[in-house]
């Protein structure tokens, strides 16, 4: 079985433009989150997705917004661009909505640089 | 949300057992221990969790205390592979991580 894919694997985007990744679930899984990751930390929660409703939200700007279409795939778009959106960008899914006892599965991400 | 403290780094002797600290002392009834690892340039994986009994899967085993406290992940057998970061997680939604602890596993 597909694990979770996310596309592009790498993108370079200079500042001020606009960005949209993608992410395709595990099949079967409905919920989605984001996350970003800068070098040398943890992945910092930006958003989940379930039934194409937002159920959660990180302490990101309002520059960064996302999507779940009806087949349970996603976007991450990220608006004028700085160098500090810098990072890899993980996209987990996840069975069933009460997450506690379900694991998410990521993907392996992808590297966005900013210059 | 229940905070974890994790050693930063540790070392361990191949085809030992590594023994993964991880300190939750607000954890709430309902909240779940998670533990993920990453190695580089990857996207992390899941590898155990459990709410307050002991688990154990083909990767790991998962020791939690009686008070739910502090928690142990076990690699009963480290290879050279094993060698990265370990992140444990309380979560009850969302799963927000910590910095981790970076296993290093010598030959």
């Known amino acids: 079985d597909a694990g979770v894919t996310q596309s592009p694997t790498h993108l370079i985007k200079t500042r001020g433009q606009q960005v949209t990744l993608r992410c395709s679930p595990i099949?079967?899984?409905?919920?989605v989150s984001w996350y970003q990751q800068v070098l040398g930390q943890g992945p910092q929660f930006i958003f989940q997705?379930?039934?194409?409703?937002?159920?959660g939200r990180g302490n990101f700007p309002d520059r960064f917004s996302a999507r779940q279409f009806p087949n349970y795939s996603s976007e991450l778009n990220v608006n004028a661009l700085l160098l500090g959106d810098s990072a890899l960008y993980l996209c987990?899914?996840?069975?069933?909505?009460?997450?506690?006892?379900?694991?998410?599965?990521f993907g392996n991400g992808t590297r966005l640089t900013v210059t | 949300d229940a905070k974890t403290t994790q050693p930063p780094s540790m070392d361990c002797a191949e085809g030992r057992a590594a023994n993964l600290p991880c300190n939750h002392s607000?954890?709430?009834?309902?909240?779940?221990v998670y533990w993920y690892r990453q190695i580089h340039s990857q996207g992390p994986q899941y590898i155990i969790h459990?709410?307050?009994n002991n688990e154990t899967n083909e990767m790991a085993s998962l020791i939690i205390t009686e008070d739910r406290k502090s928690s142990t992940l076990i690699l009963p057998h480290a290879t050279l592979r094993d060698t990265a970061v370990y992140y444990c997680i309380v979560r009850i939604l969302d799963m927000r991580f910590g910095a981790g602890t970076r296993l290093t596993v010598k030959p």
């Open positions: 997705y379930y039934e194409k409703e937002e159920r």
């Open positions: 607000t954890i709430s009834g309902n909240e779940y």
């Open positions: 099949s079967g899984h409905k919920s």
């Open positions: 987990a899914s996840s069975f069933i909505r009460i997450l506690e006892n379900s694991p998410l599965h």
């Open positions: 459990g709410l307050k």
